[in-house]
């Protein structure tokens, strides 16, 4: 009977210890040398990643991917003596794309790292550093951003603001300061192309503000900015085995930045299925005013094939373009709604996109500074092998501003529309990737409007 008894504990107890959530220790983020592979995708694939709690099971076993990187952590030392006697022993040096929005200035910076600390205590944010014409120039910050206090358990919650400062030259100094919230809000079970493993999800408030103070001009450039992020972490792993960003925009909607998890090499010409995805030059058109499709579809114009179909009758293909262009034009012969679907194909696959009651032609002369900003979104095309963006239909009458942000929602460029419809940027300097535009429209109260575009 004794020996019975026992065995009952023994099952109950193995029972409990499998459905327990999981902790979170130093021992389970990165370390000096580490080099961790992960798989990135800016497609959500109908995936929501806000759900959680306890004992969930996430599925995204179906995430696809679109790049590949590496996360490689040194000593920061060994990167460069000078900035591992300025930030102290022990940090490590990440690279990263560039945080600072200067590039429109003309500063020549290269070797951007973050630096970090990892104690028994907390995984922190310590600042960065950059080389500037052969020079390390460092931002510490004054209060250190943790990123995530440990050990980590479910339920826990904790909260961080940092800030730092840095001359940049005699005339210009950047000033970064920041508010993080953390909440672990879930435990359970996460399914990847990766695996399944154990994990905490982590829920990451973040907003931050940068600041350059130039002398020449009366008022500082401040580019604010809060995202979301959804962390799962596992023992072990070192790198989540998940993590979804989003912009938070003014009105509180989120879009989604993208999202990397933990992976193996995967050979690059694995075709993935095609996902459709569109918008019109113009919405909100006159009768016989032309109207191009934007294909914004995944995951390359050079796999996908294309087939159109707008209802109702009423218009017709316009500049040698059809049904199964690419980027069709087109021009209304009455006015009416009309609904638009793309069907995007191709070896692994076909997706279609519908757009109910999508393009409103009217038969008057109405004036566009009456129409409201979001009737149509301005045209993006990427030329000289990826390395210049242009930018048509600007339409200064509906939007004041643009600004290109990275993947982890972070302002890189910053520009004013004036007068001219189109605007031409050098973005050689941005890495390969995918990118979101934030068009600023004229008019208080509504909302601005993002468009992705991927830098080959």
Not at 130 to 138: R, W
Not at 282 to 308: A, F
Not at 319 to 324: I, M, S, V
Request: with cysteine; glycine share 6%; aromatic share 14%.
């Amino acid at each position: 009977m004794k020996k019975n008894y026992f065995t009952l504990v023994v099952l109950i107890l193995s029972f409990f210890s499998v459905k327990s959530q999981i902790t979170i220790t130093a021992s389970d983020l990165p370390s000096t040398g580490d080099t961790l592979r992960y798989s990135f995708t800016a497609l959500s694939q109908g995936h929501d990643f806000s759900q959680t709690g306890q004992d969930h099971f996430w599925d995204f076993s179906e995430l696809g991917l679109q790049s590949q990187g590496l996360d490689e952590y040194y000593s920061v030392s060994s990167v460069n003596f000078l900035m591992g006697i300025f930030f102290g022993s022990g940090t490590m040096a990440r690279p990263v794309t560039d945080q600072i929005p200067i590039d429109e200035l003309g500063f020549e910076i290269s070797n951007f790292y973050g630096v970090y600390l990892k104690t028994e205590q907390a995984y922190t944010n310590n600042g960065f550093f950059f080389i500037y014409s052969g020079l390390p120039i460092p931002l510490k910050y004054s209060n250190n951003d943790y990123v995530f206090r440990l050990p980590l358990n479910y339920s826990d919650s904790d909260s961080t603001a940092f800030n730092g400062s840095q001359s940049l030259s005699d005339t210009l100094n950047f000033h970064r300061q920041g508010y993080r919230v953390n909440e672990v809000d879930g435990w359970g079970t996460i399914a990847t192309p990766y695996g399944e493993f154990e994990c905490l999800r982590v829920k990451t408030t973040l907003y931050e503000a940068d600041s350059l103070y130039w002398v020449s001009l009366p008022e500082p450039i401040s580019l604010k900015r809060t995202t979301t992020i959804y962390t799962w972490l596992a023992k072990e792993e070192k790198f989540p085995v998940l993590e979804a960003s989003f912009l938070v925009m003014e009105n509180d909607t989120e879009v989604f930045l993208g999202a990397r998890y933990r992976d193996i090499y995967r050979e690059p010409e694995v075709l993935q299925p095609p996902v459709a995805d569109f918008y019109a030059s113009l919405t909100h058109p006159d009768i016989n005013e032309l109207v191009q499709l934007i294909n914004l579809s995944t995951p390359g114009h050079d796999v996908n094939t294309y087939q159109w179909l707008i209802e109702p009758d009423g218009f017709e293909y316009m500049q040698q373009t059809g049904p199964a262009s690419t980027e069709p034009v087109i021009a209304f012969l009455q006015p009416g709604i009309f609904s638009v679907s793309l069907s995007a194909q191709n070896e692994a696959g076909q997706h279609t996109l519908v757009k109910e009651d999508y393009i409103h032609v009217t038969d008057t002369d109405t004036s566009a500074d009456f129409l409201p900003p979001q009737s149509s979104l301005p045209e993006i095309r990427l030329t000289n092998n990826g390395n210049t963006l242009k930018i048509h239909n600007l339409y200064p009458d509906r939007w004041k501003a643009f600004r290109i942000l990275d993947m982890n929602g972070r302002f890189l460029k910053h520009n004013k529309i004036v007068s001219s419809e189109t605007a031409v940027l050098d973005i050689s300097s941005l890495a390969s990737g995918t990118y979101v535009i934030l068009f600023v429209p004229v008019v208080k109260g509504f909302s601005p409007v993002s468009v992705k575009f991927i830098r080959p």
